[in-house]
């Protein structure tokens, strides 16, 4: 089955119509850019005139589907119609023909036909003068230009600035995704970092209250159910400071550093800790530190104190902060186990928060058991840090 030719598109069908209209109204009226005695006639009837003149509009017809096969077609028309006493539309149309060609055609064609109809142009000029001595065949190379390498030309021009336009918004597109991209990736950056920042600030004192209010509700003693509840109403009013701190930060608009937890806080990170019934000594030994390493190893102390009041056995946990090679070591261990007394569900969240804050600045972090001991290491790079 013969493939099917694509349709034409409205102006092409309008181009068409209008030159063949025009051709043959001329052929009606008799007027031709030659007579019937001119030596170059070689079919000087009227009825074989409209026949390159049809040919040619049949080929406006594919002037954008096929312009390639349409400009060979016109140009055997036009070969025609030289022949014959001419139509002025066919010459018109061929010319349309020509720039179409350069204008819709591939590229290989585009960059040929320009350089093609200028070496027509020019033998057409040169050979005429050459052959004859009479100045008058310039005026060959003349009409070549003006009916082929003119259109060809004028449609490279347009096709340049037509490609120019088209990289332009290509260019604009990609230039708009890609703001997209980072706008998306910005946000769901500041919304993980947030998420790290509430699960390590509320969840320390959360856990402290779920494992007192469970002691308290499961042991009869009065005075043991008012010691929980005394630690519970302390990290209560804690975690709520938190909270509202947090809150603070979110809605600060007129651009001031937000207060971020340093090292110098750790005292009271532990004594918390302490009030909430765990056994710890800290040990640190690292100095200044930049603000952003300061934070993650404040947070990563933080939720392992929180990871050891959920999960670990009775004993003794240790804090380690040591400085050295331009890496700030953070180690925490606790004894490795099952806790005896109630326990605090985890979410698992705070492992991966810790992990987040140790690759974001460079560095490393792992957590596992270690013998009898949990222990969580991480190594925090003292040169590159993530702005918080």
């Not at 925490?332 to 569900?345: E, H, I, L, M, N």
Request: hydrophobic content about 45%; charged content about 20%.
């Amino acid at each position: 089955m013969a493939p099917r030719l694509p349709r034409p598109h409205r102006d092409d069908l309008r181009i068409a119509l209008g030159g063949l209209l025009g051709g043959l109204l001329l052929w009606a009226l008799g007027l031709s850019p030659r007579g019937a005695h001119d030596p170059v006639v070689l079919w000087p009837a009227w009825w074989v005139l409209p026949v390159p003149l049809v040919v040619t509009a049949g080929c406006e017809l594919l002037r954008r589907t096929r312009p390639k096969a349409a400009l060979l077609i016109g140009t055997a028309a036009l070969c025609a119609d030289t022949v014959t006493r001419g139509n002025v539309a066919t010459v018109v149309m061929f010319t349309d023909l020509m720039y179409a060609a350069v204008l819709y055609g591939t590229p290989a064609s585009a960059r040929r036909l320009p350089w093609i109809t200028g070496l027509l142009t020019v033998i057409g000029g040169v050979l005429p003068l050459a052959l004859w001595r009479d100045p008058a065949g310039l005026l060959i190379g003349v009409a070549v230009g003006v009916v082929a390498l003119a259109p060809a030309a004028t449609g490279w021009v347009v096709r340049d600035h037509r490609d120019a336009a088209e990289a332009a918004r290509l260019r604009a597109e990609q230039t708009a995704l890609l703001a997209e991209t980072d706008r998306a990736q910005a946000v769901t950056a500041e919304r993980a970092r947030v998420a790290r920042e509430l699960h390590d600030m509320v969840a320390n004192h959360l856990s402290a209250i779920a494992i007192h209010s469970t002691a308290a509700l499961s042991l009869g003693d009065p005075d043991t159910s008012r010691d929980a509840l005394g630690v519970i109403r302390e990290n209560s009013v804690a975690g709520l400071a938190e909270m509202r701190r947090l809150i603070g930060i979110l809605r600060a608009d007129d651009g001031t550093p937000a207060v971020t937890p340093t090292l110098d806080g750790l005292g009271a990170v532990v004594e918390n800790a302490r009030t909430n019934g765990l056994d710890v000594t800290l040990d640190a030994r690292c100095g200044e530190v930049p603000a952003p390493v300061e934070l993650a190893a404040y947070r990563i102390v933080q939720e392992s104190l929180t990871n050891a009041l959920k999960h670990a056995r009775p004993g003794r946990v240790t804090v380690s902060l040591t400085r050295h090679d331009g890496v700030l070591s953070v180690r925490v261990t606790s004894p490795y186990g099952r806790p005896d007394g109630p326990r605090a569900p985890g979410s698992g969240s705070g492992l991966v928060g810790m992990r987040e804050r140790a690759v974001l600045l460079g560095g490393t972090f792992d957590a596992g058991p270690d013998g009898t001991l949990w222990s969580v290491r991480a190594r925090l790079p003292l040169t590159r840090g993530e702005s918080e």
